[in-house]
């Protein structure tokens, strides 16, 4: 990965986007010199997503010792500016728990629109120095939802997924654990 390479990884739940973003934060950190965040936007709404956290919190701290994490489940443009430079990658994992914060908050806390936080999430990323690796699901391939809420919510991670993956040097689609090229840093004509 060089330095200002950002690569987009979607897929499906448990198709290995996360290990595989964990894997090139491995790479990355190979060399002494640079260092490694993770931004994780999950909310622990209720105890079996507590209880995943802190799962994913303990397995990722043995899988790549050196990656560092940092929480933030709204304000991800600002958490990229700041953590970003040269020498350090940033995983964000994921964008698609970071849209349903925006769109479908936890109880409590009321719905906001999305268009503002992406179009600043967008500008970020072509304002950072350093790479950047993006988590999110692939969640437009089944059946069309039957709810007319979660229906819009497809759409609009679809929209999402796209616009990331255009501001994006490589995209990157996982299944079973397998990586599909969809988007080369040097595209052949």
């Known amino acids: 990965m060089s330095q200002a390479t950002h690569e987009f990884i979607l897929g499906g739940q448990k ?3 996360s290990a595989r973003a964990e894997t090139l934060a491995q790479v990355w950190l190979q060399s002494p010199q640079r ?10 709404w209720d105890d079996e997503m507590s209880q995943r956290i802190a799962r994913h919190q303990q397995d990722r701290a043995l899988r790549v010792p050196g990656l560092r994490t940092h929480e933030e489940p709204r304000q991800l443009a600002e958490a990229l500016r700041r953590l970003s430079a040269p020498d350090t990658l940033v995983v964000v994992d994921c964008l698609t728990l970071w ?16 268009e503002a936080p992406v179009a600043e999430l967008l500008r970020a990323l072509a304002q950072v120095r350093g790479p950047v690796v993006l988590v999110g699901n692939e969640i437009g391939l089944g059946v069309i939802p039957m709810g007319r809420e979660v229906r819009q919510f497809v759409d609009r991670l679809g929209r999402l997924n796209q616009q990331v993956a255009a501001a994006c040097d490589r995209v990157t689609l996982m299944a079973a654990g397998l990586p599909l090229s969809l988007k080369a840093e040097n595209p052949q004509p």
Not at 35 to 44: G, K, N, R, V, Y
Not at 105 to 111: C, D, E, T
Request: no cysteine; proline share 10%; glycine share 6%.
């Open 15 to 17: 198709s290995g986007k």
């Open 35 to 44: 260092q490694a965040w993770l931004i994780a936007t999950a909310q622990p």
């Open 99 to 114: 849209l349903t914060n925006w769109l479908m908050p936890a109880p409590g806390q009321a719905a906001q629109d999305a």
